[in-house]
């Protein structure tokens, strides 16, 4: 018999005969329970074991399409009871009995009718518009996401760093209260992975230095990774030493209990302002998913041993010793319960689905909202926060460090709730001193020192932006994004997708990246490889080639992110940060002229930039230092070839202003493109296709090689060169147009 | 044959009209002490009698639309039509009703006793009659085929945002009842078109309840009617913000917290009781309890919002109904028949 019949079995057998576990170690009273808190908290577990029942049984008639259950988990139902119903809680994949319990803490929710249409994929499922299975409620703040691999604890910490923050940068509408806490729930084996481990560490670091985290961990600990055991003990000896952060056990097998640690613990949570870490035991029941046989890992003994200590049979213990409900009393709740689920399952399943591709891709980028106009900053004010030295900088043409540095500043006072966080961007303003005196000016809550934690410093932004304060956290260097990208990818990109639009995460990443610092750093700091964030769907990519581009792209990001409530990558070339130059030394090329707010001059996302409009014999499509060599090659093909090439600058890389493109070189002969990423998995393979697919056949390429970037002379190698560009234009004109 | 489930809705105020006249007579000949119970409390209070307003020979709308007449009334036949339903044939899965009708529905619940039902709904009824505070009116945000009208629903909600003094009562289908003050209720009415022949229609001796304007009701309430006239319900009920009170789960306290305080003074939403129900119980039929059988519109409006059995439309509806009923409203003969015999079934 399946073992999902058999604990269904086992539970009516027992109670019928009264043959019940207790761990009753704590009283009704002592947990602060009454009893109508105990008949509420086992109707929620009931409600999502039945859930799990039926889930299976809507697999098996073709309905359902998931069937990863909460059984065995259903006491953190009592966790739920224990907090607030607005303190946010990002919570793990077998948390049914969580949301279940919340939702009956808010008049008017559906929980059943929520999870039957998530389990069956139907189209007006509330969270996630039946794009996929996840638990979540805007009503319950309850943000969604996967959770499968602990990839949502690094934003949990930031939300909780948020509340303490939104005290001093006051946003407009933080939907977080300020004597709220955040929740973050996970698996035993879950806590393993590095993401875990980091916020972990991130929580302790923050807490070690009296900074605010209430933050509630709760690990729910069922002794198996899918097939793998823990260790014994293995999740309290890694946690209970930790700096900063209170370790506290409960039994989730007794609501009871599980209850009464989770209040004391949340509220000293609340109270303290300090992380805490609630270890849940509970047993895993049926196996990990539908298809999973357990007996293929575990003994006869085992299975059974674990299917003995099924929380519903302690709860049901409870109600019968409080004299709140005889055994038949429970039988027949339980059963009814069924039946309910069984018949709205009925009429769940038949809802519509989603069917097109458009159906599917629909909440990928979020829906615009409403923000209200924000008065800029007082002539005076603004006087007063530059220095004197700055404002008679602003004079003269500067190089790129220095426009992106008046650009933040003037973001920063034009709206009090961005936040900059990041490795060494406030005491030392930054590694190439992009952030310089920012840090002074805004003080360190809107400038922040962050640990050297790249999943922390992205999940600090995501959990910012569920506070609506808008960070800009910047990457270090391009190449220590790699280890936390999925906090973008599986993430903050994502978060649309699984909730229909109806929670977003804004954001503007500043990642300083791309090659030709010259004989500096080598691969480390100067990863040309974007490829990873290419392909992200919904995700903006701005990269500017020159400082004017790069103030008005960074303001017109702000504005994407304020308005449009965009995920966006703002991607800095190191190496044109200092860069004064285009053609000869001493010839301020390359030097731009403060764009001040009250100039009108924008460049909106898709804008892409163009010299030589006219020229029509060659257009060169580029960005970044493939631009600026561009422009370089450009006059030497004038003057050497009598050459008339076009240099465009994408500007924006994701998405590719592809129809901008078309336009600008429709009346060029032949296209160049320099892409001074790989040619593999580059821009410069999407910009050949959309050309080619375009019937554009006139079309070459120099892009860099697939290396890594080297230390030392010959640091451009790899890289496309101003002389390579010229040899591959010359190349292309001589050859016959096709 | 296995019992059909039923969600049972109690009607509100203005059910007990001038084809309502009789009504406990004619079906509820066997429950004469139930009315003459109440009856003896009312005549102590120096109220009239029901079964003789009941039985009068003309139906007069000053004097049976008053509170302190049309609560009982309605009470005493909304809740004697609940026992009546066929027991062996329907599985009473929950209870709940609209504005008014959320006292019925804690008596068929169990919530209250019926003469503690009667004594709650009779109280209320003569605070808000002494009072009068303000008074309700009708439009609806659906055509004559219960199609939305685009806009229709936010039109009137920016209407109640602009006026001083106005509010949304009750959320009623594709209609919304707004209340608020004499003053407030006359700009409305000018500036609401004229629709469908009778909207915007005021509502006769209706205060303006669901609205703050009743802080004085509530609080009247309170003082009169304690928390212990209340007990755990047999049955869930669904109240007027969707919310589910499970039996042996209700804390006593916020149940008369609610239903004298909350329920009195915030919109009542109708239509999100309704959708709880469909989603939550998801039960074979409803069994709407007479008088009358005006709250059957609002209700299959609600369904039809909701898509509920893949209805779309008026059409759809009035099919299902003529296939095989799920809407038993119990003032209407054939459909009673249904519900108290169990017959027929689809």
């Not at chain 1, 929520?114 to 994929?121: G, I, Q």
């Not at chain 1, 977003?504 to 300083?512: D, E, F, L, Q, S």
């Not at chain 2, 919530?111 to 008074?135: C, Y």
Request: aromatic share 8%; proline share 5%.
């Amino acid at each position: 018999m399946d073992r999902a019949e058999i604990v269904h079995q086992n539970f009516l057998t027992r109670v019928r005969h009264g043959d019940l576990p207790s761990t009753a170690l704590t009283t009704l009273a002592q947990a602060d329970l009454t009893p109508t808190d105990l008949v509420e908290l086992f109707h929620a577990q009931v409600l999502s074991r039945q859930l799990d029942r039926t889930s299976r049984h809507l697999q098996a008639k073709g309905q359902g399409f998931y069937t990863i259950g909460s059984s065995g988990h259903e006491g953190n139902a009592a966790i739920a009871w224990a907090l607030r119903p607005n303190d946010m809680a990002f919570l793990h994949y077998r948390d049914a009995a969580f949301q279940i319990a919340r939702s009956r803490q808010v008049p008017g929710q559906t929980p059943l009718w929520d999870m039957l249409l998530s389990f069956t994929a139907g189209a007006d499922d509330p969270i996630s518009g039946g794009r996929h299975k996840v638990l979540g409620s805007k009503t319950l703040y309850i943000p969604p996401q996967t959770s499968t691999i602990a990839s949502h604890l690094p934003k949990a910490v930031g939300a909780a760093y948020s509340i303490g923050l939104a005290r001093k940068v006051k946003p407009s509408n933080p939907p977080l209260s300020a004597d709220g806490i955040v929740l973050c729930s996970f698996g035993d084996a879950s806590l393993n992975h590095s993401t875990a481990q980091g916020a972990l560490n991130t929580a302790s670091w923050t807490a070690y230095q009296s900074t605010p985290l209430p933050l509630l961990f709760v690990c729910e600990d069922n002794g198996l990774g899918i097939s793998v055991k823990t260790p014994k003990d293995w999740v309290e000896a890694s946690v209970s030493t930790r700096p900063g952060l209170r370790y506290v056990q409960c039994d989730g097998l007794d609501v009871v209990a599980t209850f009464a640690a989770a209040r004391e613990t949340a509220e000293w949570v609340r109270k303290r302002k300090k992380p805490a870490f609630l270890h849940m035991r509970c047993v895993r029941l049926y196996g990990h998913a539908g298809p999973d046989a357990a007996s293929a890992y575990l003994s006869k003994v085992e299975i059974e041993a674990d299917e003995a200590r099924d929380p519903l049979l302690f709860t049901a213990r409870r109600l019968i010793d409080e004299g709140v409900m005889t055994p038949a009393e429970i039988a027949a709740a339980y059963e009814a319960e069924g039946a309910r689920v069984a018949r709205a399952a009925e009429t769940a399943a038949a809802r519509p689905k989603l069917k097109s591709a458009n159906d599917v891709i629909a909440s990928l980028i979020p829906p615009k909202r409403e923000t209200p106009e924000r008065p800029r900053p007082s002539a005076n004010i603004r006087t007063a926060t530059f220095s004197d030295a700055d404002i008679r900088a602003m004079a003269e043409p500067q190089h790129m460090a220095k426009l992106i540095n008046f650009a933040l500043t003037d973001l920063l006072l034009e709206h009090h709730d961005i936040v900059l966080a990041g490795e060494d961007i406030g005491r030392k303003g930054g590694v190439y001193g992009v952030t310089q005196k920012l840090q002074k000016r805004f003080g360190a809550h809107r400038v922040v020192d962050t640990l050297l934690d790249e999943q922390s410093i992205l999940g600090l932004g995501v959990g910012l932006a569920h506070n609506d304060i808008l960070a800009i956290p910047e990457i270090q260097f391009l190449a220590y994004l790699h280890n936390a990208e999925d906090q973008l990818r599986g993430e903050a990109a994502t978060l649309p997708f699984f909730s229909n639009g109806q929670y977003t995460n804004p954001i503007v990443v500043r990642i300083a990246g791309l090659g030709y610092q010259k004989g500096f750093g080598g691969h480390f700091h100067n990863d040309n490889s974007i490829a990873v964030m290419r392909d992200i769907p919904g995700l903006i990519i701005a990269c500017p080639s020159n400082g004017r581009d790069a103030a008005l792209m960074l303001r017109e990001c702000v504005r994407l992110a304020r308005e449009e409530q965009r995920l966006i990558v703002f991607l800095e070339p190191i190496a044109l940060y200092m860069t004064r130059d285009l053609h000869e030394t001493g010839d301020g090329g390359w030097t731009f002229d403060y764009p001040t707010p009250t100039d009108d001059a924008t460049t909106p996302i898709g804008a892409i930039g163009t010299h030589n409009e006219a020229a029509t014999d060659l257009a060169i499509v580029s960005y970044a230092n493939g631009y600026y060599l561009s422009r370089q090659a450009e006059k030497i093909l004038h003057k050497e070839d009598g050459v008339n090439a076009k240099v465009i600058d994408l500007r924006w890389l994701a998405p590719l202003p592809e129809q901008a493109l078309l336009e600008a070189t429709k009346d060029c002969k032949k296209i160049l493109i320099v892409d001074e990423c790989r040619r593999t998995g580059s821009q410069s393979e999407a910009l050949t296709t959309l050309f080619l697919e375009n019937g554009r056949i006139d079309v070459a390429r120099v892009a860099a090689e697939d290396s890594f970037i080297a230390t030392g002379p010959a640091y451009g190698a790899t890289l496309p060169s101003r002389d390579g560009i010229i040899a591959a234009a010359r190349a292309l004109l001589k050859e016959p147009s096709r | 044959m296995s019992r059909r489930t039923a969600v049972v809705i109690a009607p509100g105020r203005g059910v007990y009209n001038a084809s309502e006249l009789g009504y406990f007579n004619r079906f509820h000949q066997d429950k004469s002490d139930l009315i003459k119970g109440f009856d003896a409390v009312r005549a102590a209070l120096g109220q009239e009698s029901l079964e003789r307003l009941d039985g009068a020979a003309r139906y007069a709308v000053a004097k049976f639309t008053r509170g302190d007449n049309a609560s009982g009334l309605i009470y005493t036949c909304s809740y004697a039509d609940f026992l009546d339903i066929d027991r062996d044939a329907f599985d009473i899965v929950a209870a709940t009703g609209n504005s008014m009708g959320w006292y019925s529905a804690l008596a068929c619940a169990g919530a209250l006793s019926a003469d503690n039902g009667f004594h709650v709904v009779n109280t209320m009824g003569a605070i808000m009659q002494d009072a009068l505070i303000g008074g309700q009116m009708i439009y609806p945000f659906v055509d004559e085929d219960w199609r939305e009208i685009d806009g229709g629903r936010h039109a009137l909600l920016k209407l109640i945002d602009e006026t001083p003094g106005l509010y949304v009562s009750i959320h009623l289908g594709g209609m919304l009842v707004l209340a608020g003050t004499p003053e407030a209720l006359d700009v409305a009415e000018k500036r609401l078109p004229r629709v469908q022949e009778r909207y915007p229609m005021r509502l006769a001796n209706h205060a303006a309840f669901h609205t703050k304007l009743q802080r004085p009701t509530a609080e009247k309430g309170r003082a009169t009617l304690p928390a212990s006239l209340f007990q755990q319900p047999q049955t869930p009920l669904i109240d007027g913000r969707g919310a589910v009170w499970l039996p042996k789960a209700c804390d006593l306290n916020a149940l008369w917290s609610y239903t004298l305080g909350a329920q009195v003074i915030e919109p009542y939403d109708f239509t999100r009781a309704i959708t709880v129900a469909m989603r939550e119980f998801a039960p074979d039929v409803f069994i709407l309890l007479g008088p009358g059988m005006t709250l059957g519109g609002a209700t299959a409006q609600s369904m039809i919002a909701d898509g509920w059995r893949g209805l779309a439309s008026k059409s759809d509806f009035i099919d299902m109904q003529k296939k095989a009923p799920r809407l038993l409203a119990m003032g209407a003969p054939e459909q009673r028949g249904i519900a108290t015999n169990g017959a027929p079934q689809d």
